[in-house]
């Protein structure tokens, strides 16, 4: 005897319900996925697959509980475990296989297939389950609409959903998605019930009246109120997520504005978007105000600038601090004017005079510029073209911007290339040292040579020291390259002064050698091994580089100077230091840049460098002019009372061998310098 039965509206309309809230949250959930890794990514995945394959398993016994047959029957336990473990298990593979950040079609259908599948073998154990006195047959006609309704519908909703992910805009479709998702679970199962035929095994049924329909409405009432929960507990997390913990993950604490993090989210939103431009600012002046004042006026000045970079935010333009003193503004629009005039922007806001406590501070910025589109696969390019070009502004000056472009471009690629051959080239004896001699115009007698390194690449040719210095001082490699040009030029001074030449030779420092603070021992060392005289090495510093540590630079030479190794300070009147500091630093003689050197005959220049001159004699300092190349300059020195000249006119840095030349043309007195 076959048995029909009813559907109770008010629970059907429950069990959709149900389904299409955990389509929503298992997807939205599952969405976080293609931005997490390692174990979050897991978590993220195993939370989706729960909330969508418990969100089915309930609807099943829900919508069961809607059908009306006044049937008395039971559940095989086991069968009914079976069932959702089926449904959240195939809900994992389906998330697993379309959580990709870049994914084909065929990884969807796959997905939608897997899913589908799910859904079927879920209902269908679920049916299986049931424990009545009555056979189940099915009618192959609405068995096979049933399977294609889970599958397409299934298909659907991972399409829409994965198609409208990153959009921050897409609310209503995320929504769609739910809803067809939705469909394919509801749509299953009822089509599936319209397949199944009940055939009773007794002569008469066993019928009841009233609400027994065969399942217990307790347990199925409790079914769905875990459900419910289940889902307020994932709306929860997720509520959680986005307000609390997103806060702390995509903002910034010192300035208030949104982070690297929701950087990298904003470019993978927006991957294949239309054309942008990426401002990326460096505030100049930074670094020397937090190490000079203190790291608390430091964090309060980067406040300041983020609040005033703030406003730039809008519909179009978003504003980040991605480290440091470094801000990045990202702009939807690919105009080059308009870009520029952001960047002046910005610039202007920067430079307004910033009131930190009792503090007046001055500082400027450094942009570059980078127009394009955002790269699907490596979203980087732009960060990268913008920092390049923000570094060519800082070379340029401070306040200034630069649009980055292919001459930029290959620029960076030669360093990056220099930069891995700089690690060889100690090794594999590309280094070597020039000698450019001083000369001492009272006595008109050689005074000394200054050491100078250079770089002969092997397919590059000589490299310019003002390319490849900068690039050792970046990456460490100056640390052991000034030890052995220390070694070298030791020795190479002890030759000559086994020779009978007794000047000194001097050697540039970096500030990473005070850093490393190994100065004293590698001089120290260099010296016992060459045999040289201690006061025959002069190391020269730089006035800037003094003022970033003071006191232990300081503490460094003054111990270096115990061996009786002579200091010079290098480019003077060109660094960031002060006059007032001047008799606190452990120098012996002070080296005039050759911005001072060139234009003597004008008043002001004459006047300045008189003073200069007039001061270092007060502290009983030698005088280096560097730079000098013609005999005017050099009459107008000598009369101002400096001694000591360096320049192209007295002799051109010089190999060993080139300098031994030199020198026994000197001793041969085959030429001299008139003045």
Known sequence: MIMQGS????????????????????????????YSEGKARIFWLAAGSVVMGSGVWSMHFVGMLSFQMGMKMQHDIALTLTSMAASIFSAFIAFWITAQRKIKGTRIAVGGLVMGSGIITMHYIGMEAMQMTMTIQYDPVWWTISAVIALVASYAALFLFL??????????????SSLAMGFAICGMHYSGMKATIFKSKL??????????????????????????????????????????LERLAYADSISGLPNRNDMNRHFHSNAGSTDTAVLFLDLDQFKTINDTLNHVIGDKLIAEAGQRLKHLQGEDCEVFRIGGDEFLIVANFSNEMKAKALAEQALNMIERVFHIGTNELYITGSIG?????????????????????MYEAKQRGSNSYVIYNEELGKRKTRKLKLEHDLHQALVKNQLFITYQPQWNVVDNQLSGFESLLRWKHPTKGLVSPAEFIPIAEETGLIIPITKWVI??????????YDQGWSQSIAVNLSIRIFQNGQLFSWVEEALGKSGLPPHMLELEITESMVMRNMDDIIRQLEDVRQLGVRISLDDFGTGYSSIAVLDRIPIDCLKLDRLFTNDLETPNKHAIVKGIIRMAKSLKLDIVAEGVEHQEPIDI???????????????????PPEVSEWLADLKNKSFAFAH
């Open 637 to 655: 020195l000598t009369t101002l009372g400096c001694d000591v000249m360096q320049g192209y006119f007295y002799g051109k840095p010089m190999t």
């Open 487 to 496: 070694e070298k030029a030791c020795h190479q001074a002890r030759l000559w």
């Open 163 to 176: 198609r409208f992910r990153n959009s921050h805009r897409a609310s209503i479709s995320k929504w769609l």
């Open 203 to 244: 002569p008469m049924p066993n019928v009841h009246t009233g609400m027994d329909n065969g399942l217990d409405p307790v347990l199925l009432y409790g079914v769905t109120v875990i459900i419910f929960i289940l889902l307020l507990t994932s709306w929860g997390a997720m509520f959680f997520e986005r307000h609390v």
């Open 7 to 34: 559907y109770n509206p008010y629970i059907v309309a429950l069990s959709i319900i149900i389904a299409v809230l955990a389509s929503y949250s298992a997807l939205i959930i599952v969405g976080k996925v293609s």
């Open 369 to 389: 510029i980078s127009i394009g589109k955002i790269d699907e696969y490596e979203h980087s390019n732009l960060l990268r073209e913008a920092e390049t070009a």
